[in-house]
């Protein structure tokens, strides 16, 4: 049993997060809100989400699975205007999705989940840095990295207590440092790793620009990039693997 | 290369490379030929003849084909064969003798000036040379993948892997054999650009309510590389044939009939000649100049014709999985 009333614009951003990395998902109905895990087919990178039922305007569930085509169910949200509220019904018989818009009605035939890639482990991760920065900087930064080079190094310089980006292209550079005073918080730990610039590029489409994110890094290792949407009821925690350093 | 009629009853599934990971060891005869071919029909001969007339297509069909295994997580363990199997020799003698006939053909279109029958039958008559297997190996070990020696068949080997070594996951074979040799999943087609077949060797045997001797058996009677199979005898007859006789000399008593060697060749199925002293280190750090330069530089092979595969081969390894951390 599904039956749920919720904000197009949060349902927006719940599948907005999960669609940079993958075309399909399984979405775990529990009766305490939603949960989404999945990683993208080359292992690279992960979403961990959950959006409360406290988000919703109603939501009644007792333990579901369900398997979606992404892009289907953002193009019906997407119908919606913002501010304008979205009903969404399972039909345990069937196994599709009646979605309701406004008098407009939408019968989402949904995926068998069985056939969706399993849902990976999470990684376990001991990261000796965190950052917390305005999503509106590190898209300056993702920008600025992408006009040089197809990857980026993010690091912490613990000494100087500094967040630092590298992007070294064939020709140009980039570079960007935040120091102390410009971060919402740091713990400063010695962290750098070099990620892929399709990746973060995609992740960074999800990210809000005007709230914080949540950076974990660590040398040579998977960063951890976590927000909160849906006025803190919801909660995304993206997973990059790195890049092996060459030289 | 095995009987292709065990098609008939093997339990064969379409996957796409990117569902698979871990380790596949594969026939490295087999698969290198492929390539061998596909490179001689594609590729202009200068791109991998030295100036003193020495071919070395391996190279290329080699460069090529390695990254779908890294870019999709499979790492290949690469089998290579031993000395030719005893009761094989036929089977051998059999092959060489069409070889020359093609050979024949060959210079004969040549001279008659028939360029597309050149290629085509050039691209049939390419073998394994000792110059191929040495660069092949000086190759696969710059880039730090995996190869084991056979006693015997590599087939057989890569099989025998696959059943009894955890970390090995897949046999990489077109052969039906394996199936024979009880590898566990077998996978064929890796060299076709599309999906691969994988073949399951416990649901072949519970799809048929059979033993993996009495497979052996069936395939036996319908013919193996180490013997004529019974006249009238294709895999479903000789499926029922076992059923009801319970096992080969049953059914060749029923029929009283007799077959050459028949334990013998049993045992080349579940016994072969096969060694337990190798090693697998599916963890890769290649040396990508150090393959870059022994291709281009020391056999002259035209940067442009492998540098595509090499950035491949290295977007691959420098991109970690998450996996790695779980």
Same mark, same amino acid.
């Given at each position: 049993m599904f039956k749920a009333i919720v904000s197009a614009d949060t349902l927006r951003d719940t599948l907005d997060s999960v669609s940079v990395l993958v075309d399909e998902c399984k979405i775990h109905l529990n009766d305490d809100g939603i949960e989404i895990r999945a990683v993208d087919p080359a292992n690279v990178g992960m979403v961990d989400l959950t959006l409360s039922?406290?988000?919703?305007?109603s939501y009644e569930a007792d333990g579901g699975l369900i398997g979606v085509d992404l892009s289907r169910l953002e193009d019906i949200a997407g119908m919606a205007d913002a501010g304008q509220l979205v009903q969404l019904e399972l039909d345990e018989e069937t196994r599709k999705l009646h979605i309701q818009i406004e008098g407009l009605e939408y019968t989402l035939a949904l995926i068998d989940?069985?056939?969706?890639r399993q849902e990976p482990d999470l990684p376990d991760l001991d990261l000796p840095a965190q950052v917390v920065v305005e999503g509106a900087d590190i898209d300056r930064a993702v920008r600025a990295a992408d006009m040089v080079s197809d990857h980026i190094a993010l690091g912490v310089d613990a000494e100087n207590e500094r967040f630092y980006v590298d992007a070294e292209g064939d020709t140009d550079d980039v570079h960007l440092e935040l120091e102390r005073e410009d971060l919402i918080d740091l713990e400063a730990g010695d962290a750098r790793s070099l990620f892929s610039l399709d990746y973060l590029k995609d992740m960074n489409k999800a990210f809000p620009k005007d709230a914080e994110v949540t950076l974990e890094l660590g040398e040579e290792f998977p960063v951890k990039m976590h927000f909160d949407f849906a006025e803190g009821l919801g909660s995304v925690t993206f997973m990059l693997a790195p890049r092996i350093q060459s030289n | 290369m095995g009987n292709a009629d065990l098609r008939q009853l093997a339990v064969i599934e379409e996957v796409g490379f990117d569902e698979l990971d871990g380790v596949v060891a594969v026939d490295a005869h087999n698969w290198l030929y492929k390539y061998l071919t596909t490179t001689v029909r594609f590729t202009r001969d200068d791109a991998y003849?030295?100036?003193?007339?020495?071919? !070395?297509?391996n190279l290329i069909g080699v460069v090529q084909g390695l990254p779908k295994f890294f870019e999709n997580d499979l790492t290949p363990v690469f089998v290579f064969d031993g000395r030719v199997v005893g009761l094989k020799d036929e089977e051998v003698e059999e092959r060489r003798e069409e070889r020359e006939r093609r050979e024949e053909k060959l210079e004969a279109a040549r001279e008659a000036g028939d360029a597309l029958e050149v290629a085509r039958l050039d691209s049939q008559t390419q073998r394994l040379t000792d110059v191929i297997h040495e660069t092949t190996r000086e190759l696969l070990s710059l880039l730090d993948v995996p190869m084991v020696e056979a006693p015997a068949e590599g087939e057989a080997q890569a099989s025998y892997m696959a059943r009894v070594d955890d970390d090995v996951d897949y046999v990489g074979s077109d052969d039906y054999d394996c199936l024979l040799l009880g590898a566990p999943l077998t996978l064929r087609?890796?060299?076709?650009k599309g999906d691969v077949e994988r073949m399951d060797f416990e649901a072949t045997l519970a799809e048929h309510d059979v033993t993996w001797e009495q497979l052996v058996d069936v395939g036996i009677l319908c013919g193996t590389d180490f013997n004529e199979g019974l006249t009238g005898y294709g895999p479903k007859t000789a499926l029922t044939a076992v059923r009801e006789h319970g096992d080969l000399w049953g059914v060749l008593d029923a029929e009283d009939a007799y077959i050459d060697d028949a334990d013998r060749i049993r045992e080349l199925f579940?016994?072969?000649? !096969?060694?337990?002293d190798y090693t697998v280190d599916a963890d890769l750090d290649p040396d990508l100049d150090g393959a870059r330069a022994y291709l281009t530089?020391?056999?002259?092979?035209? !940067?442009d014709e492998v540098e595509r595969a090499f950035e491949r081969i290295e977007e691959s390894v420098t991109q970690t999985g998450l996996d790695r951390w779980t």
């Open positions: 039922a406290d988000a919703f305007e989940p069985d056939s969706i | 003849t030295t100036a003193d007339g020495t071919e !070395v297509p087609q890796l060299t076709s579940f016994d072969p000649d !096969v060694t337990d530089e020391e056999w002259d092979i035209p !940067v």
